[in-house]
């Protein structure tokens, strides 16, 4: 019974804990998936990048409409995407290497946005975009979230097959006249698109948060992709799982929690890890024998 009350109850007896934690299973199935990718392209901080170049898209819909899902959504999608090709055409056209031109999108964008919405805004108003609640969750988020967890692992499987071969030898994807430039521009669309739904309930510093560090933990214990997948979909769902107990419990503020619990994950794979991880390197290695 101990256990019930304390893993189950919250989200039996309470309908904004069920919302919160199916939101959060959506998160984890559309985001996680291309956490991996991310990390596999060495594209996190690039990642980083793009969760705030939502931001001014939202303020600006936050001016007009104040908080409304719809316009707050579209406006996040649009300069999300808008920001994206402007880095692109920056990388292609000049020396300025990907991560350096999004790096600078990102803070033009966090000062943006954080500077539209003091105009008109407080702070609450801040620390609602910024942070989010994913305990606020009501039905229609619940059905955009999942429309776009649905429509993310649709396109993602269509493009699977080049990212993967786009990961480890683009050369050969040239060369084949493979289509890994369109396949890369879905992706970062299908990151922003992830970014826009996750905003609503982490807040645009915490969206990234579910999408890359259990991808970075699952790397630890798997060089399988596929199952690299099926490891941070898992991590980031109980991380959400447990962060939602500890914020119910001990009245925390949920995204924080989330992505804390998250972290801890990855400080455990770290450490413990079957792939290069701190116990691999200090254990001693296999050898073959003839």
Request: one cysteine or more; glycine letters at 10%.
């Amino acid at each position: 019974m101990i256990v019930y009350d304390y893993a189950f109850a919250p989200f039996v007896d309470y309908g904004f804990m069920r919302r919160a934690l199916v939101a959060c299973l959506a998160l984890a199935m559309g985001g996680a998936p291309l956490g991996v990718f991310l990390v596999l392209r060495r594209m996190a901080l690039v990642g980083d990048a793009m969760s705030h170049a939502i931001l001014p898209g939202v303020s600006i819909a936050f001016l007009g409409f104040g908080i409304s899902l719809l316009p707050m959504t579209l406006g996040g999608l649009i300069a999300g995407l808008l920001v994206a090709l402007a880095a692109g055409i920056v990388t292609r056209l000049t020396t300025l290497k990907e991560d350096a031109s999004f790096t600078g999108a990102y803070l033009l964008s966090l000062a943006a946005g954080v500077l539209i919405i003091s105009v008109k805004g407080n702070s609450i108003d801040l620390m609602h975009v910024l942070f989010g609640n994913v305990l606020a969750v009501n039905r229609e988020s619940l059905l955009m979230e999942s429309g776009i967890t649905t429509f993310s692992l649709l396109a993602l499987a269509i493009i699977y097959r080049s990212l993967i071969v786009e990961c480890f030898d683009p050369g050969f994807m040239r060369s084949v006249g493979g289509k890994g430039a369109i396949a890369h521009q879905l992706f970062l669309m299908l990151v922003v698109l992830n970014l826009v739904s996750a905003f609503q309930a982490l807040g645009t510093l915490m969206a990234l948060g579910v999408m890359v560090l259990p991808a970075i933990a699952a790397r630890f214990w798997t060089k399988n992709i596929d199952i690299m997948i099926a490891i941070s979909i898992l991590f980031a769902f109980c991380a959400s799982f447990i962060g939602l107990l500890l914020s119910y419990h001990y009245s925390l503020p949920s995204g924080p929690a989330i992505v804390l619990t998250a972290g801890l994950f990855y400080v455990i794979s770290v450490l413990l890890g079957r792939h290069g991880s701190i116990a691999t390197h200090f254990l001693p290695h296999k050898h073959y024998t003839s």
